[in-house]
Structures are given as C-alpha cells and as structure tokens.
C-alpha cells in the first residue's frame, strides 16, 4: 500500500514542501530503504523510526518498506523526517487511517521510546503551512503558534497522535499566541550609569544605538569600552512584530531556541571570542548554517579586542557589513542569510596599551604600533560610521562620592526610542528599520541638505578625503543626530558633529 505524507524541508530560511512517500509491499524480502538525496541523519531515520514504533506497543510491518522523499534533486539532512516516515508506516499498515494524513503537515525528530525531541526550525514550518495543521514535537511547538491561521497540535509522542488520528482522544490544539505580549522590555545587565567619565563615548553610543551605526572604541585598557559596549542592549528599543519574526527565523534554523521558548524575545548580542574561524563568523559548513553576523541580526555583534581576530576573519565580514546580507555557496546549496547588524568594536592604541597613556608609558616600537593598526584594514574601517576615542578617566570622576552625575539608560532609551519611531514612520513602505540601512537612493530621497551644509561636508570630503561610501555615511549619522533632536531637517550643527567622529579615522 502506498501512502503520502506531507513534510517540510528547510534550507537556509527558505521551506520546500516535501512528500513523503511511503510504499509497504505485500511481496519481496523485508527491508527498509529511504532514497530522495536522504542525508546520514535521514538514513538513520531507519533504526530510529523502527525502534521507536516497536517500544511504543505499535506494529512495525516486517515487510519491503520504502520511503521516497519527493522532490528528489533537493538535499534533505536532519532527524525532521521521523515523524511523517513513521506516520506513513503506521497509515500503510492500515494501523491509522490514511484520510488523516492529508492537508496536515507532519515534523519532528523520535526518540526511540516513541516521545518525539525539540527539533530546529518548526517556526518555518509554520511560516510555510499558512493555513491547514502542523504535527510538530511540544517542545517546539511555541514557535509554530505565533503564525496566525494555522492550527499548530503539539505531540508527546507517537501514541498521543496514533489516539488523535483514530479519534480515541484528541490532542488538543495550540491558541495562537500574540507576538507583541511576547517581546519582553530588555533589562539592563550594565547600567550606562555605572560607566565613569566617557560622556563622548556614551553620545557616540546613542547615536549608534539610534540609528545602527557601526562604532569603533580605542583606548587604553581599562578605561571602559568593555562596560560601554555590555550597556548597549539597555538603551536599545525593542523589537517590533517584524523584526521578532525576521531574529527568530535564524534562531529557529539554527537550533538556538531553548525549549518551549516562541519568540526571540530581546535583540540579539553576540560577542564572539577573537579565535574563532571565517565560517564561524559568517556561516558555513556542508548544510550552511548562520553565523555571527546573522545570529546578530537587528541587533549587535561586539568584537572585543578587535585587532586580535584573524585578519581573514575581519576581511570575511566586508560584504555583510555592506549589504546587510551573506550568501554561502556550497556545491550542494547556495543560501542567504540577513546580517544586518550594529558593529561595535574596541582596540587598544597599540600592542602593550599605553601609548599616549598619561602616566605610563608605552613600551612598543614604531614597527609594533604600525604592524598592530595595520590588522585592521582600510575598507573595515570605511565601513565604520563613528570613531571615538575612549581616554583614563580622572580620579575625580571615579570617586563613589563623584558630583558627575549621568543619565541612566532607561533615560537614554527613551532618547533612542523616539529617534527609531522618527526612522520607521519615514521608512514606513522600503522595508528598512534604521538610518544605517539606508541605500544611496534613500539618503539622497531622506537626507535634504541645504547650502550651509552642504559647504560643510565638501570641505570634509577634502580634508579627510573621503571615499564614496564615507560620503554617504558621513549623511546617515548626520540624519541620525538630526532624528535624535527630533529635527526634521539635518542643519550645519548635526554634520559638524558628526565630523567630529570621523577625525580618528
């Protein structure tokens, strides 16, 4: 008897509907195939499935099995398919009913007690259903549920939907669940507060965290460019329905959200240590998987000690930073993951720290100095809105009984907050979040600059001799200094103040 099951499978954020298809024949020697370009996971989905019907009391046919995982050409990799093959088995055995089976989408990795396991990427599988049911394991079934017009039903085990399919007791449906309750307010792990000093750093992070701008720190080590860049999730807004959905999209395909969790509920912050790999940072692997630079989507990605990282390892980032995108091309697959992320990197002036160090002194050569500046490129650091010098901080500022006294970062997020409301009012319909996502087309459709200012920026051009993209980048942050004053046009004041961050060049 041949029976088909719907499936799902998941390469890259994209989703392909898979039918399982699966015949038991009443002649040939036992046995039991899968063919459809299965990867290893899927080939032993043959000992797991069997293992898995036999300790759940149900019976596995001792007969010619064999699964096709249609279309044949598309990879298919993952322990997904446990479910529809076992429920094929089962409906071609006459043990379930096979009118069951259809307009109903099964997915789901079995544990050899017949439970099923919290499997990767159920949130695409509900993006992809649109309307009908998803079978998908309970743990993970909190990410189907926050897609609206689908009947989401979360499976314990194979017994549960064996009894559900025959009408002995029905597993009760999951309610869709509202996304904005979800998105929880960021607490704060560092207050911008508890940071001494450093009142141009912090008005660089507004504006970074205003408008999405890369910001580069430099300074002598411990002078707190570590705190300021751990304070900036406490003055970033959160997420809105959209980018909720787009963050955790690549959580979901990447197996990072833990069980029983929907959404991803603040914006990303990842801070990778400097050893890790150029796949690691930007995916890759034979079935691609995300990277840094994707995990850090609509969020921030800190590279602490920035020259320490592999020079190829920073050269790799070039082409996310710019597109807010990343291809891998593998011989099997071409995928594309958003990487449209907040840089924030901190560098010390040279090897040992302390050049130009008011009270210690620096112990490096001129070829050290010029050798360490020179890890980090040129384009890396053209791609790098705002630069800001992070000095020693006075004792006075330092002391407990200080009469410097600075705002906190719900204050300031409040500030933040009413520039991101200004952007996503003005990009309302070019599907862009932030200034710093901001194409040519839309800096010169946005950004309107009047004579006195555009006198300003030539003779900026001039003096630092900016490249295309400086230009171009230079006006964002201007727009952004702008938003954060709720100014509607960008005056002199704005881009001279942004000047001030490209001096350190």
Known sequence: MLVKVKSVANVGLESYGIDVEVDVADQGFPGFNIVGL???????????????????????????????????DLPKDGGAYDLPIAMGILAASEQIPSLSLQASIFYGELSLDGSLRSTKGVLLVGLFAKKGAVFVPVESANEAAVVEGIGVYPVRNLNELVDHLNNVKEIKRLSNLE???LVDDVSVEFDLAEVAGQEQAKRALVIAAAGGHNLLMWGPPGTGKTMLARAMPGILPPMGVAEALETTRIYSVSGLLDPGESLLRRRPFRSPHHGISAAGMVGGGTNPMPGEVSLAHLGVLFLDEMAEFPRSVLESMRQPIEDGMVGIVRAAAHVEYPASFTLLAAVNPCPCGYLGHPRRACKCTDKMIRKYRARISGPILDRID?????????????????KFKSQNSKEIRNLVVGARRSQEKRFGGDGIYTNSQMRNKHVRKYCKLDGEVERLLRMAVEKFDLSARGYFRLIKVARTIADLENSENIAAKHMAEALQYKQLA
Not at 40 to 64: M, W, Y
Not at 386 to 402: F, G, R, T
């Open 179 to 181: 996304i904005k309750e």
């Open 38 to 72: 299965a990867g290893k996971a899927v080939e032993e989905a043959r000992e797991r499935v069997k293992t898995a019907i036999n300790n759940s009391g149900l019976d596995f046919p001792p007969k010619k099995i064999t699964v096709n995982l249609a279309p044949a």
């Open 386 to 402: 705002l630069h800001v010098q992070v000095p020693v901080v006075e004792i006075e500022k330092l002391a407990q009984n200080s």
